[in-house]
């Protein structure tokens, strides 16, 4: 092998670490091994050990050591991909699926970067040499090679493009976790200053649709309780427990108590780098284990320990989540902090850090206090108020306030001076003189 193509990018140990994944994937070994091609690994053993284990799936057969050296030894090809104790060494590191979709990302990334480096010469050499026609059309078959490269192992898995008389045939019909509210797949962020309840409504969504009630009419739900999955990146374990037992009660002096199974948590108050391999693979432990029908997950700012205004690091950050959301086809509710005042009394609704997370969500709603001062403070009465456009009409209450002692905490309310647009100047939980 030339010097030059054995400098070509590549990196061996992902490829190990890859491999070694395929033992521990179980029931998710054929998600795993379709990540990347047999062709995009750099050595050849490893193309040859990706392709035995693709046909021992394809034959329903188990991929683990055994199986997988009986294969090969059966083809002839055990002694050239290094004999079994090669074989062996690859599942003994402590990988999971989930560390295995990082590790294809790299495999698949370098080997289109060699594919680049390959139609690189080609474009090249067909450059240099005089006999190969008209430059236009060398131009065009630099720009098909070029998009050959980019496109590889993407246009085969694309859906063909679909007519719109032929897209609006199809009936849809929401798929609700919380009715009028969250269906699967649903994205909120709500926001507030600190201490402005939050974390006590996210906590009363989680309870609530874990009892399979509306978290603010309290009004059973068609659809019966929901499974929930609460990763806390904040509180500590006692704090958690003393937040959620009077909500758990409340629920169970309602008649709609939580049932054993319905509703997780995992605390984890030094928080989470979702931007880094470790840290995806613990969220995606969790998500997997449970496959939530909601997760409630926050504070944003714990989910990372970058620049919270980097919009490189909130991108990753999303890209996890969009994965958790996306395995267990979950709703996802978290809190984020809103940014401090402008110096003149107001504060802003949108979270605070990068601006993706703007754009990100579905919904996304701030608490702030009603204009009405006494509301504001004797009730607690908050509007609830959108501060990105809906992307769906949904049957949020605009006006909450604090609810009796041993309820739940927040309660919707009709303002006294609410018009027959919903509209309300002051936000008043009673006429004021």
């Known amino acids: 092998m030339s010097t030059e193509l054995q400098t070509r990018p590549h990196d061996i140990e992902a490829e190990r670490a890859y491999l070694g994944a ?112 008209d430059p236009a059309d060398l131009a065009e078959e630099a720009v098909a090679l070029a998009r050959d490269v980019r496109d590889q192992g993407r246009a085969i898995a694309d859906a063909p493009v679909t007519d719109m008389h032929d897209f609006l045939t199809i009936e849809d019909h929401y798929d609700w976790v919380i009715p009028g509210l969250l269906e699967h797949g649903d994205r909120l962020i709500l926001t507030a200053g600190e201490g402005g309840g939050k974390s006590v409504m996210l906590r009363q969504i989680a309870v609530a649709t874990a009892a399979g009630v509306n978290p603010f009419t309290i009004q059973p739900s068609e659809y019966g309780p929901k499974k929930v999955l609460v990763l806390d990146c904040e509180n500590s ?10 909500l758990m009660n409340a629920a169970a002096r309602a008649h709609m108590p939580v049932k054993r199974g319905m509703l997780h948590i995992d605390v984890r108050p030094e928080g989470v780098d979702l931007t880094k391999a470790h840290g995806r693979a ?56 809103a940014p401090h005042g ?65 309820s739940w905490p927040w309660v919707p309310y009709t303002p006294a001076d609410i018009d027959s647009h919903g509209y309300s100047e002051t936000g008043a939980t009673v006429l004021r003189d």
Request: hydrophobic letters at 40%; a positive charge.
């Open 22 to 133: 395929l033992p521990h994937a179980g029931r998710e070994a054929r998600r795993v091994h379709q990540l990347v091609a047999s062709t995009d690994f750099y050595q050849p053993a490893h193309t040859t050990i990706h392709a035995t284990a693709g046909a021992l799936i394809d034959s329903n057969e188990p991929v683990d050591p055994i199986t997988l050296t009986n294969a090969l030894r059966a083809a002839g090809n055990l002694a050239s991909v290094g004999g079994a104790a090669y074989i062996s060494s690859l599942a003994h590191g402590l990988f999971s699926p989930t560390e295995a979709e990082h590790y294809a990302e790299i495999i698949r990334g370098l080997a289109q970067r060699r594919a680049l480096i390959t139609a690189g010469q080609q474009i090249m050499q067909r450059g240099f040499d005089p006999t190969a026609g």
């Open 282 to 337: 613990w969220l995606m432990r969790r998500v997997e284990t449970v496959m939530p029908d909601l997760l409630v997950i926050g504070p944003i700012y714990q989910l990372h320990t970058g620049d919270p205004s980097s919009e490189d690091h909130a991108r990753r950050v999303t890209t996890a989540l969009n994965e958790a959301r996306v395995t267990a086809n979950c709703a996802m509710v978290m809190e984020a902090h």
């Open 342 to 406: 402008n110096g003149f009394g107001s504060r802003a609704l949108r979270p605070a850090g990068s601006s993706l997370w703007l754009r990100w969500p579905e919904f996304g709603f701030g608490l702030q206090p009603v204009e009405d001062s006494k509301s504001a403070i004797r009730d607690r009465a908050r509007r609830l108020t959108p501060w990105r456009g809906l992307r769906d009409e949904r049957a949020f209450p605009q006006f909450v306030r604090e609810g009796q002692r041993g």
């Open 237 to 246: 374990e006692p704090q958690s427990r003393r937040h959620y037992r009077p």
